[in-house]
């Protein structure tokens, strides 16, 4: 099955704001998505009434009130919005995304793992601010891109904050560049390298070194970290396609489908089969 990819014109009609690389819209009441899709361009939505389920990366999401949610560049996702929801969203284009992408100040894997976040009132209200700013310069005939790249940067490290707060994890990548390394290496070979030696040779460490960081800093071993990306891979990938689950097995580097049967259900508690019924 090839997953539909919406470009950012798709949504250029319903727009309430918008210059070329970016779009201002609101969400009001029953919202539904079916079918996961992946968009080429940003997204960032902050709810401030909300009641739902938001899935990405076949992760589901409950949607609630002050959280914020976001959404990258080719990452799956599908909706069920409860009416009453109010919601606040901007779309980037991803060159405009990558001028203000640093501001997010942590690995952008990161936060693909961890997309949303629930607010503190104050926190909330900085980011409604940052929006409704946004809003108001995007309706303008005369809008200022430089002001507009700026309320995206504070509202990029405003959600970094945030992150800070509520992911140790993510506080632990930025203290220790060696485990921001494993991870970017982890998401790059998952599929072909699954020993802990391998990843601990690229990054010139022993693996029993690189297991004690891990677990020091993460709370899991490094076995355990990549066993973790080949289990969401799988379940993305069970979710959202109509590959066989031998041809899955193949896709993650498994030479024998049962093994990966086996593997799977030791991390999820049941076997593929069950998982794709279930889903």
């Known amino acids: ?61 409950e949607i609630e009130n002050s959280q914020v949610h976001l959404l990258f560049p080719g990452q799956l996702h599908k909706w ?22 640093p501001y997010f100040r942590f690995s952008i894997t990161e936060y693909q793992n961890h997309p949303v976040f629930q607010l503190a009132d104050a926190t909330f209200n900085s980011l409604l601010y940052e929006f409704k700013a946004v809003k108001e310069e995007l309706q303008k005939t005369d809008a200022k891109n430089h002001i507009i790249y700026l309320r995206a940067a504070i509202i990029a490290s405003i959600v970094s904050s945030e992150a800070e707060q509520l992911l140790s994890t993510l506080k632990a990548y930025e203290l220790n560049p060696r485990l921001a390394k ?67 097995a193949f896709e993650l580097g498994f030479a024998d489908h049962a093994y990966f049967s086996n593997f799977f259900k030791s991390q999820i508690g049941m076997t593929p089969s069950a998982f794709r019924e279930k889903r």
């Open 1 to 61: 099955m090839i997953l539909p990819i919406l470009n950012i014109e798709k949504f250029r009609a319903g727009q309430l704001a918008g210059k070329e690389e970016l779009l201002f819209n609101e969400l009001h009441g029953e919202r539904h998505i079916d079918e996961p899709h992946k968009h080429d361009f940003f997204s960032i939505l902050l709810f401030e009434k909300g009641e739902g389920k938001h899935t990405i990366d076949s992760v589901e999401y």
């Open 80 to 101: 069920d919005i409860k009416s009453g929801t109010i919601g606040y969203q901007l779309m980037a284009e991803r060159t405009f995304f990558e001028q203000f992408a």
């Open 182 to 248: 494993f991870n970017t290496l982890v998401d790059q070979f998952f599929k072909e390298q699954k020993q802990v030696a391998f990843y601990a040779n690229e990054l010139h460490v022993s693996a029993n070194y690189l297991n004690t960081l891990c677990r020091k800093h993460l709370k899991a071993s490094a076995t355990q970290l990549i066993q973790q990306r080949i289990s969401t891979e799988s379940k993305r990938l069970l979710s959202n396609t109509n590959l066989s689950i031998k041809e899955i």
